[in-house]
């Protein structure tokens, strides 16, 4: 969960309950079935994925980039897509928007269409060199944060880091916070003179641990006001030469601008990890900025992620987390009705600090997400999983799921899907480590915890069974921010076949 670009952390054992669909619009790509919650990302996404270039063409053919003419473009380019026409083959010009029949929108519910300042770049603005902006910056008033006015509906997420609970609680996790200061000082040789980013910047803590190992250059980008404060943080440090603090989404137009299309990052750095890992969707805007801005050759840390799902038998753990220990009795009254919409529940995920000792059986990593490598659409998958219980249990209720976190140099011999964050180290690997599992110092990340449905619980497995299954984990279709886990499973009970399924979200 980055200081400043994430959601707000909870206390133990919240969560936020989804009573419906959160109202939030979602853009069609121009050229396939793919939703997106922001307009930069989609513009971005058809530049990679079907190589063509919206800013290019509004630039060259939109008199401008009047609004009329991108209205036009759309329904034109949706026409195309209905023909089957290859985006490749496109060709658009100025004779070609002068149809007014192009007026008539080809989707009237094309929300694009009503978002046409997302759509238009600053066209004053061209894209700039990293030397260029450098040229420029002398001129800015001091106190000014470069800012990109975005209106994509996504600002209550970001307005909940203007103040500063959420960063002071995240900078407190010493296990998050040393493990990042720790990798960077260690390894100073790696930053010394480079080009650094730091996605979701917050207070700017990493950027400073950055400019004191020696960073050449560091261009630190959040959306949240906080942005405003980091400034600040950054000038009263001194740093003020080293660091840039750019208040705008990193998929941005403006953020593009100011940093330049010519790749001049050496290595990205970014606390972006949620609950569960994936929650709140951060991930994505830091693999837009890899494909953006970092160098062939560029390092990202941390490196790589692991997701470890384990089984939970702890009926005292179960009765104090749903309330059930409470409400079937108070002052003599049965209030268990009160049960069902307690913070664990058979609809939600709910963030909890797992007892070791309610963890019955082993927790091998069953998704590795390498950083430099993975795509946004490997973000969503069905994973397999293997558990061997450790010992006799009554009752299969819950599953709890962490990740480890690891932070590996070029040229270490560790392999993160092969050793335990809490063991990192301890057989010559390079690098820093930490696990945000029950075994581990508690975090502000706890572990997530999915309630096992009533019909699938009271059924007694024995020591050393194996429980095979999937974990299914994607967005919500409604939410990009939110998370949907479907977890299956089967095994061989004391009575008998044993199988269950689950689904909870989280938004």
């Known amino acids: 969960m980055s200081d400043g670009s994430s959601s707000p952390p909870s206390s133990v054992g919240s969560i936020v309950e989804e009573a419906s669909e959160p109202d939030v619009t979602n853009f069609e790509c121009l050229f396939c079935t793919q939703q997106f919650d922001l307009v930069p990302t989609l513009v971005y996404h058809c530049s990679k994925e079907h190589d063509f270039d919206i800013y290019k063409v509004i630039k060259e053919v939109t008199a401008g980039g009047d609004d009329l003419a991108i209205f036009k473009l759309i329904n034109f380019l949706r026409l195309e897509t209905r023909k089957g026409t290859d985006p490749t083959s496109i060709t658009v010009n100025k004779e070609t928007l002068a149809d007014d029949k192009l007026l008539q929108p080809t989707d009237p519910g094309d929300a694009l269409l009503y978002s046409l300042g997302d759509v238009l770049p600053d066209l004053e603005k061209p894209a700039a060199s990293y030397e260029a902006f450098e040229a420029r910056k002398g001129d800015m008033p001091q106190h000014e944060v470069e800012h990109l006015k975005i209106g994509d509906g996504d600002s209550g997420y970001f307005d909940s880091y203007k103040r500063s609970g959420i960063h002071r ?31 979701g910047c917050g207070t700017g803590i990493l950027s ?10 560091v261009f630190a980008v959040d959306f949240s006001d906080i942005a405003a404060k980091a400034r600040d943080i950054v000038a009263a440090n001194e740093y003020q030469d080293t660091i840039t603090v750019i208040q705008g989404k990193v998929e941005g137009f403006n953020v593009r601008s100011i940093i330049g299309d010519n790749k001049p990052v050496d290595i990205i750095i970014s606390e972006w990890m949620g609950y569960a890992l994936l929650y709140e969707g951060m991930l994505d805007s830091v693999l837009t900025a890899r494909d953006l801005f970092l160098k062939d050759g560029g390092l990202i840390f941390p490196s790589h992620c692991t997701l470890h799902v384990a089984p939970i038998s702890d009926p005292e753990f179960i009765a104090s987390s749903n309330g059930a220990t409470f409400w079937k009795d108070v002052y003599g009254f049965d209030m ?48 397999p999983f293997s558990i061997k219980l450790d010992r006799d249990i009554q009752s299969l209720d819950a599953f709890a799921i962490w990740f480890d976190t690891f932070f590996v140099p070029p040229g270490s011999s560790g392999k993160p899907d092969c050793v335990n964050a809490s063991a990192w180290g301890e057989t010559g690997q390079d690098g820093v480590a930490f696990t945000t599992g029950p075994f581990g110092a508690p ?65």
């Open 336 to 383: 268990s009705v009160m049960i069902p919409i307690e913070m664990l529940n058979e609809r939600d995920i709910g963030v909890f600090d797992v007892p070791a000792k309610a963890i019955c059986g082993s927790a091998l990593p069953f998704y590795t997400l390498d950083i430099m490598n993975i795509t946004v659409k490997e973000l969503e998958f069905t994973a």
């Open 169 to 199: 609680e995240m900078i407190q996790d010493a296990v998050r916070t040393n493990a990042y200061r720790d990798f960077i000082e260690h390894h100073a040789s790696l930053f010394k003179g480079k080009t650094i980013l730091d996605v």
């Open 443 to 507: 975090t502000h990340w706890h572990q997530a915890v999915l309630l096992v449905g009533q019909q699938d619980r009271g059924k007694g497995i024995g020591t050393g069974t194996e429980i095979t299954g999937s974990v299914l984990l994607r967005k919500r279709k409604k939410d990009a921010r939110a998370i949907v886990v479907e977890i299956s499973w089967k095994g061989d009970g004391s009575e008998g076949p044993i199988s269950g399924t689950l689904s909870r979200s989280m938004s």
């Open 208 to 217: 400073l641990f950055c400019a004191r190992a020696g960073a050449a250059k």
